[in-house]
């Protein structure tokens, strides 16, 4: 009598906890399509990743109904079993599984468009910081053609010898200008090797400010920020649409084959009608 008991306890708490978990599930998809954006590809993508995110609960929901209903099965299996909803949750079983199996190619799609326009966003951004940048030297370099500029420029490489060599000439200086972090890298790095040889000044100063080296090094950051900024849009894709898309399948996978199996075995895909009453177990 206890044992009974237990039983019928145990398997009510499994069909509570199992009924709850399909539910929370259904409430949360109904709250993930608010607001309604079918065309938006970006709540597309973020639609699939959440689904296939909350898709295990209902998994485990089945699992503990139909545990339920197998401990009910053992106890007494003259008795019909107790809020009997199987008929219900194996056909939304196979409607979860169609609906998975239909996200894993829309996903894979929607991620793989998302990726290109992103890429082409960054080279499109790319190619306009290329341009001001090359507009902006241009301008400065036709100034340096003229008398007024190359004067400037020759002050200002006077100017920067004449307090680079300042502090070479003392030792304190030197070594709080190594440690300043308001000092550049470059800057550093040429006075360690003027300390070794001040012959690498002036030379170290004319390719500092020359206009054609300052605009190779810019745009080389601009293309080595752009191919970053590719590789990790094209990463980002690939972790997306393996991760949701594998996810997805195995799930689609996972409630047909629970859906599928357990409606052909209460009769409801056999031909000539519709659902039959289960046999007597």
Do not use: C
């Not at 690498?200 to 810019?218: F, M, P, S």
């Not at 996978?253 to 009453?277: E, N, S, V």
């Amino acid at each position: 009598m206890v044992n009974r008991f237990a039983s019928v306890n145990a398997a009510l708490t499994l069909k509570v906890v199992g009924i709850v978990l399909i539910l929370s599930f259904l409430l949360d998809f109904l709250l993930l399509l608010l607001p309604f954006q079918p065309t938006d590809r970006a709540w597309q993508i973020n639609l699939a990743t959440s689904l296939v995110d909350r898709g295990i609960v209902p998994l485990v929901g089945l699992g503990m109904l139909f545990a339920a209903y197998g401990i009910e099965n053992a106890s007494d299996g003259d008795r019909a079993p107790t809020l009997d909803v199987r008929f219900p949750v194996l056909v939304l079983s196979s409607i979860l599984g169609l609906l998975f199996l239909l996200i894993f190619p829309l996903h894979l799609n929607n991620v793989n468009q998302a990726k290109n326009q992103a890429l082409n966003q960054i080279t499109q951004e790319a190619d306009q910081a290329e341009n001001q940048l090359n507009s902006r030297f241009s301008q400065l370099q036709a100034q340096l053609n003229t008398e007024q500029g190359k004067a400037q420029l020759d002050q200002l490489r006077n100017q920067t010898k004449a307090q680079l060599t300042e502090i070479l000439k003392d030792e304190q200086k030197y070594k709080q200008a190594l440690e300043s972090p308001q000092i550049p890298p470059t800057v550093k790095d040429v006075l360690k090797k003027a300390k070794a040889d001040p012959k690498v000044l002036d030379k170290a100063i004319e390719q500092q400010t020359d206009i054609q080296a300052l605009r190779n090094q810019q745009l080389s950051q601009v293309r080595q920020r752009r191919d970053d900024a590719e590789k990790q849009a094209k990463d980002n894709a690939w972790k997306s649409g393996l991760r949701t898309g594998i996810s997805s399948l195995l799930l689609s996978i996972g409630y047909i084959i629970i859906g599928w199996t357990g409606l052909k075995g209460m009769g409801a895909l056999q031909g000539g009608g519709g659902r039959k009453t289960p046999a007597p177990r």
